[in-house]
């Protein structure tokens, strides 16, 4: 990176993917790469302490997993939060845009994160076919700003539970998505205790 860059921050947009549009990522200095898509940040810092305090708030300090399943890799904020948390456990990722994961490969260094598997698939199809079991999952797939309506299905959820000890869920909470996530909410404790915390602008949900 120029000396210019290291003061100022440089902004590349780039084509359409096949699952997103109006792409743009921002290089720092300083921090992660911050990636735009349909209007919403994918990847960076702000991600990066959602996440974080999700984690630290609803995974016991004592608890150590070994495999952890990522639904949802972006740009592999989550990847590099996980593995810097939990350094001697084996990362499986599930993205649906290829594209997004060679955006992540060359702007952002997902090829440096260690012991990181990644596989080309829907979430909805991997969780049912799922016989695998982890210790640790973090649900974060988006279309746009929307989350897709079959991974908000209880069947998912009750499936992805099944085979993993803690589930965290990423929601956005402001605007019109307070309606859509307290519907969830209230459809998800039919079937499934949880409990929640709220960042500024998301909830984090974990399934107990």
Not at 21 to 42: C, D, F, H, K, M
Request: with cysteine; proline share 4%; aromatic share 10%.
């Amino acid at each position: 990176m120029s000396l210019i860059h290291f003061f100022f921050p440089k902004t590349i947009h780039l084509p359409d993917t096949d699952f997103n549009q109006n792409i743009s990522v921002t290089l720092w200095s300083t921090e992660e790469p911050t990636l735009i898509a349909n209007g919403l940040i994918q990847s960076g810092s702000i991600m990066k302490s959602i996440w974080s305090k999700g984690v630290r708030l609803l995974v016991p300090k004592k608890f150590k997993p070994k495999k952890i399943l990522l639904l949802g890799l972006g740009t592999g904020s989550n990847a590099r939060l996980v593995r810097k948390l939990y350094p001697d456990s084996r990362i499986t990722a599930v993205e649906i845009d290829p594209g997004m994961v060679e955006i992540a490969k060359k702007y952002c260094g997902l090829n440096k994160i260690t012991d990181l598997k990644v596989i080309d698939a829907d979430a909805f199809d991997y969780v049912h076919s799922l016989h695998e079991e982890f210790d640790l999952t973090l649900v974060d797939c988006f279309e746009g700003k929307y989350i897709p309506k079959k991974l908000e299905q209880l069947s998912f959820f009750t499936d992805l539970k099944s085979h993993s000890r803690y589930v965290l869920i990423n929601r956005l909470y402001h605007a019109e998505h307070i309606a859509d996530t307290l519907a969830f909410m209230s459809s998800l404790a039919t079937k499934l205790p949880f409990i929640k915390i709220h960042t500024r602008t998301n909830l984090i949900i974990s399934l107990v």
